[in-house]
């Protein structure tokens, strides 16, 4: 199977993507005190299979950050590497300054 993870790299069937977690919607949790932005976004993704296949990213040996999905029906994955901001930011409490620290991490 290894040698068969090396050849979807070689041709190219894993589309690379990186996920900027930056809070919001997708980072939130429900706690006793209502849904509140937590990190660990990856680790909960990596609970459903269509959004990481863990046997796959073992053969790759995959640092923590990254997820790969299970391969479609067109032989193609997707491999999410994630950047969670060390403090994440509520959108509905951002600033102009957010949105420029944003812009420089895209960059």
Not at 70 to 94: A, C, G, V, W
Request: charged fraction near 25%.
């Amino acid at each position: 199977m290894q040698k068969e993870a090396q050849m979807n790299l070689l041709n190219k069937d894993i589309s690379h993507v990186l996920v900027i977690s930056t809070g919001g919607t997708f980072c939130m949790v429900k706690t006793p005190k209502g849904y509140m932005v937590q990190r660990g976004l990856a680790n909960r993704l990596k609970k459903f299979h269509s959004f990481h296949d863990e046997e796959f990213a073992k053969l790759l040996s995959l640092p923590d950050d990254t997820l790969i999905t299970p391969e479609t029906p067109y032989h193609k994955r997707i491999q999410f590497t994630m950047l969670e901001f060390e403090q994440l930011i509520d959108s509905s409490n951002i600033v102009v300054s957010d949105w420029v620290r944003i812009a420089k991490t895209i960059e």
